[in-house]
């Protein structure tokens, strides 16, 4: 994915948050995030999160360890959404965290090298 592509993800999604705060009264973004009802809101989008995940993994059916059975159809589509809700819900907690897209980035990136460091000296 281009770094291009990264920006218009997160350009959408700091819109929609901007749409919710102004019509849903979602807090101002960046939170402080030493206060306390700041960090309940982020925690609350992190299970939101989380939850869009377990939504996804649902549709994983080969991956119960006990199933003999192999069920050979699979539901792309309704995968990919599920990780798009995730993927959204992680975005809004980025954006309300204060991290800007070229944090996140580079914060990517840097922790991308440390973890191919890691397998390399058998961490």
């Not at 306390?36 to 377990?54: G, I, P, V, Y």
């Amino acid at each position: 994915m281009s770094q291009d592509k990264l920006e218009a993800m997160y350009e959408q999604q700091r819109s929609f948050n901007s749409l919710l705060r102004d019509e849903r009264n979602h807090p101002q973004f960046p939170l402080d995030l030493s206060v306390k009802k700041n960090q309940q809101f982020l925690k609350s989008l992190t299970h939101e999160c989380m939850h869009e995940l377990f939504e996804s993994n649902h549709l994983l059916k080969n991956s119960k360890t006990h199933r003999v059975t192999e069920i050979a159809e699979f539901d792309r589509e309704s995968y990919k959404e599920e990780l798009c809700d995730a993927l959204h819900y992680f975005m809004g907690i980025v954006i309300y965290s204060g991290i800007s897209c070229d944090e996140l980035y580079e914060a990517f990136m840097n922790k991308g090298e440390i973890n191919v460091d890691r397998v390399r000296n058998n961490y």
